[in-house]
Structure formats: structure tokens, C-alpha cells
């Protein structure tokens, strides 16, 4: 008993001095937390608009390449002029709030290409056109292009 007395009484010696050192280790360390977030906060920031910055890219990639598809779809019919290919691609665009793109259409007027031969439908944009962050940092100078060929669908 009299050893489980003393171990008790050592015990609660050191937790005394423990608490003294951790409370006076506290004290030292006021403001790091600031200073850590100083350090953290701008790498953070930098790989948060990043992110963003290349999801826009993909989803902009996704959309034009998809408005090419469908001004190839309507390329191919035996009436279809380029200014309907055009108004097509950029209602498509329109819906995806992206505006001002390049469209191509090869052979122009598409009715120029024969039975089963190609006509292709290109979409081109420049991402800074697109970026939502006033300037596009992360990626520099990209343009953005998407190219559909099908063949041509007119009686022989």
C-alpha cells in the first residue's frame, strides 16, 4: 500500500510539472497558427483556381465537341447550307454560355462533297475567351478545337 502511495504521489508530481511545460509551451507558440495559414493559404488557393480553371477547360472541350457532332449531323443532308451548319454549332454553344467560336466546314458548301465522301465540321476557341478567372494564369495561351467527319448521306 504504501508503494502504491508513493508511485500516486510521483505521478501527479510530474503531471504537475507536465501541465507547467505544456502551459509555458502554449504561450510560446501564440500568432503560429497565422503564421502557418501565410505559409499554407497561398498554395491552397493556387491549386483551388487551378482545379477550376481546368474543369472549365474539360467542360468547354466537352461542349464544343459535341456542337462539331452536331453541325456534322446536319452537314451531311442533302439541303443543308453552311450558314445553318453555323447557326446550329452556336445555338448548341449558346447553351452551354460559350460564345464567339470559329466554325469550319469542309468542303464548303458541304453539297460539293459525293456519295459517302467526308464532310467534317471544325469548332475552334481560344480558352481565354471561356476562362471564368479574369485571366487565364494556370494554362497560358491554349485554343481549344474540336473536329467532326461523317460521311456524306445524298442519292446517288
Not at 443532308?77 to 466546314?105: C, H, K, N, R
Request: charged share 20%.
Amino acid at each position: 500500500m504504501c508503494e502504491d502511495r508513493k508511485v500516486g504521489e510521483f505521478v501527479a508530481r510530474i503531471g504537475f510539472t507536465l501541465d507547467k511545460v505544456c502551459r509555458s509551451y502554449r504561450k510560446q507558440r501564440r500568432g503560429s497558427a497565422a503564421v502557418e495559414f501565410a505559409l499554407v493559404a497561398p498554395l491552397f488557393f493556387i491549386l483551388v483556381f487551378g482545379m477550376i480553371e481546368v474543369g472549365r477547360m474539360v467542360m468547354v472541350q466537352q461542349v464544343i465537341t459535341n456542337a462539331s457532332r452536331e453541325g456534322a449531323r446536319l452537314a451531311v443532308l442533302d439541303t443543308t447550307t453552311v450558314a445553318e451548319i453555323e447557326s446550329t454549332v452556336e445555338a448548341f454553344l449558346a447553351s452551354g454560355m460559350i460564345s464567339g467560336a470559329d466554325v469550319i466546314v469542309s468542303p464548303d458548301p458541304p453539297s460539293d462533297a459525293g456519295h459517302g465522301e467526308p464532310v467534317t465540321v471544325t469548332v475552334e476557341i481560344a480558352f481565354d475567351k471561356v476562362s471564368w478567372l479574369p485571366s487565364p494564369v494556370f494554362l497560358g495561351d491554349v485554343s481549344l478545337s474540336a473536329s467532326t467527319a461523317m460521311r456524306r448521306e445524298s442519292v446517288q
